[in-house]
């Protein structure tokens, strides 16, 4: 079993910037993919980033790409979000996610998944 805790979240103004972090215990998940998924009130979950199990591959969204950056650190079992520019709708809980798989993206099924961190944006 694969347990993931996020933490970076917080209030942050537009145009600012937040660094998320997805902690993995459990099992080394240097092997998986990670990824990024966020939900705010009365929406869908939407995929945010995607990282190959080397970090050789990222996949964003065009809502993010440019702003957002996905990150991992095998050594840590640690995988990060780097959210600049940010905007009034990137308000949302951020989920961390993992997928047994070296490669994947935002159609990838996730296994294992964090309780998530809130991040608003306010103007």
């Known amino acids: 079993q694969v347990q993931l805790v996020e933490s970076g979240g917080g209030l942050v103004q537009a145009g600012g910037s937040l660094r998320l972090s997805c902690a993995a215990s459990?099992?080394?998940?240097?092997?998986?993919?990670m990824a990024w998924f966020r939900q705010a009130p009365e929406k869908e979950r939407e995929f945010v980033a995607a990282?190959?199990?080397?970090?050789?591959?990222?996949y964003y969204p065009d809502s993010v790409k440019g702003r957002f950056t996905i990150s991992r650190d095998n050594a840590k079992n640690t995988v990060y979000l780097q959210m600049n520019s940010l905007k009034l709708e990137d308000t949302a809980v951020y989920y961390c996610?993992?997928?047994?798989?070296?490669w994947g993206d935002g159609n990838t099924k996730y296994t294992y998944w964090g309780q998530g961190t809130q991040v608003t944006v306010s103007s």
């Open positions: 996610a993992a997928a047994p798989r070296p």
């Open positions: 459990g099992r080394t998940v240097s092997p998986y993919t």
């Open positions: 990282i190959s199990w080397n970090g050789g591959s990222t």
